[in-house]
C-alpha cells in the first residue's frame, strides 16, 4: 500500500508539473527551493512547527492562557494545534526584582495524516500510517519595565516528528535480524527566547522576539500584533525555504 | 559542537552571575536594556538576481549599581546578516553571518576621571549557503579579550584613552592549496590566521566634535611571510612571522542645520601595512610562483560620510546617509580581465552607498523605516572571476526596531 501512495502521488505530481509545463515555464525558484526542500525537509516542519507556538509571555492581569493557530497550520495543513501557558509568579510577586514566571506547552497534530490511512485502506492491502506532531515545553520570565513595555526571556525544548509506520505487508527486510518498520524524522531543539512587548492601547499589544535554537544554530523572529483575542503577525525565518510566514492565531485568557 | 559547548558554557555563566545579582536585589539599583532590530527586504545584486535580505539582531543587557561610584553592566547580543551586498571588499554577496557577543563591563566614577574596564567574547560564524553547517566555516572565529578606557580632562580637553588585547583564533581555517605547494601534511596552515591584536586609541571632544586616533598593531602567531626565494625546508616562507598594522583617524560632529534639520558629517582615514608579500600562481594547482608581489596589502582608505536627518512632525523622520570611500593599495597591481597584473598601476577602489528613508516612531518602543539604499563600486580591477570589484546594486525593505 505504500507503494501505492508513492504511485499516487508521483502520478499527481507528474500530473501537475506536466500540465503546468504546457502553458508555462516554472517560475525559476522552484528548483533551488524544491533542492532546499530535499536536502534539509525537517527545518520545513520545524518552522511550521514555531509558527504554532508563542513564545511571549501570557497576560500580567490573567492567570491561563489558551492560544491556537489558524495560518499558516490549521488552514491549510490541517495542523490542529494548542498553546497554553499558566502564570506561575506574578511580577513583583515576592520582590520588586522578581519577574512573572510562565509555565509553557504546545502539542499539535496534522489530523489529514491521521485519518489517510482510513481513506486508502481497501481490503487486500493496508496504507501506511503517517502521523505528524509537535510539542514544547519551557519556561518564560517577563519584567515591566515601564508601564507600557516589558521585556521577556525564555527557555524551550521543542520537538517536531514525522512517523510512518509500515503496515504489516510492507514491512522491509534488509537481513534475517533487520527489519524496516518505521521511518521518522524527529527534529529536537532547545531554544532561547529573548524579547519585548509594548502596549499600544487596551487589549492592543505589539509583541517582538528573537529565538535562538543550540542544536542547529537556528536562528528565527517573531513580530506580533496581539488584540483581545485575536493576533497576527510575521515569523522570520532568515535561513528557512520560506523566510516570511505570515500567521494568524486566537487566544482566550482566564 | 565545540561552539555549542562554548555557547552554552558561556551563556549558564551570564544566567548564574544575573541570579546572584537578583538575589542581591535589595541592595541593588539595576536598569534593563534591550534592543530589536529586523530588516527585511530585497537586494538586487550585481547580476539582476533578486533576493530576499534578512538582518535580525538582538541586544539584551543589565547595568547595575552595587556600590556608589561602581556600576557594571553584563550584555549580550545575537546577530544574523543574511545574503545582500556587502561593503567590504572580499566578501561574497551569498555570505551570511551569525555572532554572538558577551560583554561584561565596570565603571569606576572617580573625582575627575572615569576608568571603563571590559572583557568580551565573540563568536563569528559564516557560511555561503543553507546546506553548509555553520561549523565548518572556513572564516569562523572566536574573539576573546578586553579592553581599558580612561575617561577625563587632558590639557583642558575631555579625552579618553584606550588600551585593549584581544586574541583571535579562526578554528577551522587552513589553506589546502598552501599545503599541496609546500608539500606539507594537513595540519601545515592551520591556525595560521590567529593572532594576537592590540589596540592604543585616543578620542578627545572639541566643542561637541569627536576626534580619535588609534594604533591597532596584529601579531600573527603561526602565519609566516612569503618570499621570492625558495627556502631551506622547500616553501616560500620565511622565518619570519606576520605582523599587520592599522592606524585610524577620524572626525566627526553634530550641526544643526535647522531647528528641523540635524547633519553629522564625518571623515576619516585608514592605513593598513603589513609585512606579509604575495605569490602568484598561475594555477590552482601550479606548484611554482609566476610572480612575487611586495607589499601586497598594504593600503590607505579615507573615508566621507554626510548623514542627514530631518525632523517631520512629532513622529516622522527622513534620513539621508551617503557614505563615499577610497581604497588605494600602495604596492599591488591591478589584474586585467584573463587575471594578468597590470604593471605600472596601483589598484584602487571606489565604493559610494547611499542610503534614503522614511522612519516614524510608532510608539514609546517601537519604531518602523522604509529605506532604500544604492550601492555602487568602481575599480581599475578587472578580474572578477571570484568577486565583484565593478558593480551596481541596491536593495529596499522595511527596519522595525523595539528598543528599551
Redesign the interface.
Known amino acids: 500500500m505504500m507503494i501505492k501512495s508513492i504511485k499516487i502521488l508521483l502520478c499527481g505530481f507528474f500530473l501537475l508539473t506536466g500540465t503546468a509545463g504546457i502553458y508555462a515555464q516554472p517560475p525559476s525558484w522552484i528548483v533551488p527551493a524544491a533542492l532546499?526542500f530535499v536536502?534539509?525537509p525537517d527545518d520545513f516542519f520545524y518552522n511550521l512547527h514555531l509558527d504554532n507556538v508563542d513564545y511571549s509571555p501570557s497576560r500580567p492581569d490573567k492567570r491561563v492562557e489558551l492560544r491556537t493557530n489558524f495560518l499558516p497550520t490549521t488552514l491549510p495543513l490541517t495542523w490542529l494545534n494548542l498553546n497554553g501557558k499558566v502564570r506561575m509568579l506574578g511580577d513583583g510577586g515576592l520582590?520588586?526584582?522578581?519577574p512573572q514566571v510562565d509555565l509553557t506547552g504546545a502539542y499539535g497534530r496534522i489530523i489529514m495524516l491521521d485519518i489517510l490511512p482510513s481513506l486508502m485502506d481497501d481490503e487486500d492491502d493496508d496504507a501506511p500510517e503517517p502521523s505528524m506532531t509537535n510539542y514544547s515545553l519551557g519556561m518564560t520570565l517577563a519584567?515591566s519595565?515601564?508601564r507600557?513595555?516589558s521585556?521577556f526571556?525564555g527557555f524551550h525544548h521543542s520537538v517536531v516528528s514525522l512517523d510512518i509506520v509500515l503496515p504489516e505487508s510492507d514491512i522491509i527486510e534488509i537481513t534475517d535480524d533487520v527489519t524496516l518498520e518505521e521511518l521518522v524524522i524527529r527534529r529536537k531543539d532547545n531554544i532561547?527566547i529573548?524579547?519585548?512587548s509594548?502596549a499600544?492601547g487596551e487589549n492592543r499589544m505589539?509583541t517582538?522576539?528573537?529565538g535562538?535554537g543550540?542544536?542547529y544554530?537556528k536562528?528565527f523572529?517573531r513580530?506580533a500584533w496581539k488584540r483581545k483575542h485575536l493576533e497576527m503577525g510575521f515569523n522570520?525565518y532568515?535561513?528557512g525555504l520560506l523566510?516570511?510566514h505570515p500567521f494568524l492565531g486566537w487566544r482566550w485568557n482566564f | 559542537m565545540e561552539f555549542l559547548k562554548m555557547i552554552k558554557k558561556t551563556i549558564s555563566s551570564v544566567l548564574f552571575v544575573c541570579f546572584l545579582i537578583v538575589l542581591q536585589t535589595g541592595a541593588l539599583e539595576l536598569a534593563p536594556y534591550y534592543n530589536y532590530q529586523l530588516g527585511q527586504g530585497v537586494s538586487v545584486s550585481p547580476d539582476g538576481d533578486w533576493g530576499f535580505m534578512a538582518n535580525l539582531s538582538n541586544e539584551i543587557g543589565v547595568i547595575a549599581r552595587p556600590i556608589d561610584d561602581h556600576s557594571i553592566m553584563g550584555y549580550y547580543s545575537l546577530s544574523y546578516q543574511g545574503p545582500g551586498l556587502k561593503q567590504q571588499e572580499g566578501r561574497d554577496f551569498r555570505e551570511r553571518y551569525l555572532n554572538h557577543v558577551f560583554v561584561g563591563r565596570h565603571h569606576w566614577h572617580m573625582r575627575d576621571m572615569t576608568l571603563k574596564t571590559q572583557f568580551s567574547v565573540m563568536m563569528e560564524r559564516r557560511r555561503a549557503g543553507t546546506n553548509e553547517s555553520w561549523e565548518s566555516g572556513l572564516y569562523n572565529f572566536n574573539r576573546y579579550g578586553g579592553s581599558t578606557t580612561m575617561e577625563r580632562e587632558l590639557l583642558g580637553i575631555d579625552s579618553a584613552v584606550t588600551v585593549g588585547y584581544h586574541y583571535v583564533t579562526f578554528p577551522n581555517y587552513s589553506d589546502l592549496l598552501a599545503e599541496i605547494r609546500a608539500g606539507a601534511d594537513a595540519s601545515g596552515t592551520e591556525g595560521t590566521q590567529n593572532n594576537h591584536s592590540i589596540r592604543l586609541a585616543y578620542s578627545a571632544d572639541i566643542s561637541g566634535a569627536r576626534f580619535g586616533i588609534s594604533l591597532n598593531p596584529l601579531f600573527y602567531t603561526r602565519q609566516k611571510v612569503a618570499v621570492d626565494k625558495v627556502q631551506k625546508d622547500g616553501s616560500f616562507y620565511s622565518d619570519t612571522l606576520q605582523r599587520d598594522m592599522v592606524i585610524n583617524a577620524y572626525g566627526r560632529g553634530a550641526v544643526m542645520l535647522t531647528n528641523r534639520i540635524v547633519s553629522e558629517p564625518g571623515a576619516e582615514i585608514t592605513f593598513r601595512s603589513s609585512n606579509q608579500n604575495y605569490q602568484h600562481f598561475e594555477f590552482l594547482s601550479s606548484t611554482a610562483p609566476m610572480s612575487f608581489h611586495e607589499n601586497f596589502f598594504n593600503y590607505i582608505e579615507p573615508s566621507l560620510t554626510m548623514p542627514v536627518s530631518t525632523y517631520i512632525g512629532r513622529d516622522w523622520t527622513f534620513f539621508l546617509s551617503p557614505r563615499l570611500s577610497w581604497r588605494l593599495y600602495s604596492s599591488r597591481e591591478p589584474r586585467d580581465k584573463d587575471g594578468k597584473f597590470i604593471k605600472g598601476e596601483r589598484q584602487n577602489r571606489t565604493l559610494f552607498v547611499n542610503t534614503a528613508g522614511f522612519r516614524k516612531q510608532t510608539g514609546e518602543s517601537s519604531a518602523t523605516s522604509l529605506f532604500f539604499t544604492y550601492q555602487t563600486q568602481s575599480s581599475n580591477m578587472e578580474f572578477e572571476r571570484y568577486l565583484p570589484y565593478n558593480y551596481s546594486g541596491f536593495s529596499m525593505g522595511l527596519r522595525f526596531q523595539m528598543e528599551y
Open positions: 532546499r536536502s534539509n520582590s520588586p526584582w522578581v519584567k519595565v515601564s507600557e513595555t521585556l526571556a532561547l529573548t524579547g519585548i509594548n499600544t505589539i517582538a522576539y528573537l535562538y543550540f542544536n544554530n536562528i523572529s513580530i522570520i532568515p535561513e523566510v516570511v
